[in-house]
């Protein structure tokens, strides 16, 4: 899966300055963010939840982020990791890279960076390596959220967005409503009970009533 606006995050960081700005910045692109602070949590979380993305800070109370990992991976978990490190933290790094982590950032964040490493991390979970989406005539630029129909430019609201991207990403997967509704909402948050149906009806009309089909009694794909 992949991409800010669809796909649903699980920050991991004890710190509360740092948290908090991360959680704004990520939720600021669109992601749908979990936040936990300890590793105990963070397990929990993992074992409950599946992730497109895990921002994982390696010093952490209650369980060390590395045996977080360890046991994400133990599990033949894939979700991709990215990993946080003090800037003098290379053998952390190293270590990390080794027990499954995908990539790293180092702290205190440049935020720019987080999220450029986090599309990356997320087109290649995809299985794709070009950054952006072309299918019957729409594009998708998920750097940019540049919409194109037809090359004509489509604006949408943040939460079309979210139910349209991880459809487009893999055209000829059927999501369930529940699966896009996980896609929309953080912990907390209240959603209608036809909210998704809601999006559909908008994103049909906005990019054209072929895009998204409803599969009886399954969920939406977009036509491979
Ligand atoms: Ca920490």
Known sequence: MAYSGAMRLLLVEDDTMIGEAVHEALQGEGYAVDWTRDGGQADAALAAQSYDLVLLDLGLPGRDGLAVLRALRARKDRTPVLIATARDGVARRIEGLDA??????????????????????????????????????????????????????????????????????????????????????????????????VFIHGLRRKLGASLILNVRGVGYMVPA
């Open 100 to 197: 499954g982590a995908d990539d790293y950032v180092l702290k205190p964040y440049d935020l720019d960076e987080l999220l450029a490493r986090i599309r990356a991390l997320l087109r290649r979970a995809a299985g794709r390596a070009e950054p952006v989406y072309e299918h019957q005539g729409v594009s998708i630029n998920p750097a940019t959220r540049e919409v194109r129909v037809q090359g004509r430019s489509v604006a949408l609201s943040a939460r079309e967005w979210a139910v349209l991207e991880p459809l487009i990403a893999r055209p000829g997967l059927v999501l369930s409503r529940q699966q896009l509704e996980d896609k929309l909402y953080g912990w907390g948050d209240e959603i209608a009970s036809n909210a998704v149906e």
